[in-house]
């Protein structure tokens, strides 16, 4: 079992940061992909950025390219996401989430955290 613990989330004014932590936690496996994802009210889950564990390669949506970059500490066993010029369409809920192979689909995860809360004012 995997247990992911976001944090980092709140109220930012458009063009902020903020960086998020997803704290990793329980087995883990070989492989791993590790993804962002958020979801705004009325709207469904949207990929944001995924990191594949084993070698760092990045992936992300149009939308955050440029300002959002996803990393990871393999020593903390913690992926992050820096989120900079923040804007307030980026306001949703957001999710760190585990898989074995890549995806930009909630529903191929295995894990998910709680999610923590961006909001981002004008």
């Known amino acids: 079992q995997v247990q992911l613990v976001e944090s980092g989330g709140g109220l930012v004014q458009a063009g902020g940061s903020l960086r998020l932590s997803c704290a990793i936690s329980?087995?883990?496996?070989?492989?791993?992909?590790m993804g962002w994802f958020r979801q705004a009210p009325g709207k469904e889950h949207e990929f944001v950025a995924a990191?594949?564990?084993?070698?760092?390669?990045?992936y992300y949506t149009g939308s955050v390219k440029g300002r959002f970059t996803i990393s990871r500490d393999s020593a903390k066993n913690t992926a992050y996401l820096q989120m900079n010029s923040l804007k307030p369409e980026d306001t949703a809920v957001y999710y760190c989430?585990?898989?074995?192979?890549?995806?930009?689909?909630?529903?191929?995860?295995?894990?998910w955290g709680q999610g923590t809360q961006v909001t981002v004012s004008s």
């Open positions: 329980g087995r883990t496996f070989v492989g791993a992909y």
């Open positions: 989430a585990a898989a074995r192979g890549y995806s930009n689909r909630w529903s191929d995860y295995d894990y």
């Open positions: 990191i594949r564990w084993v070698n760092g390669y990045t």
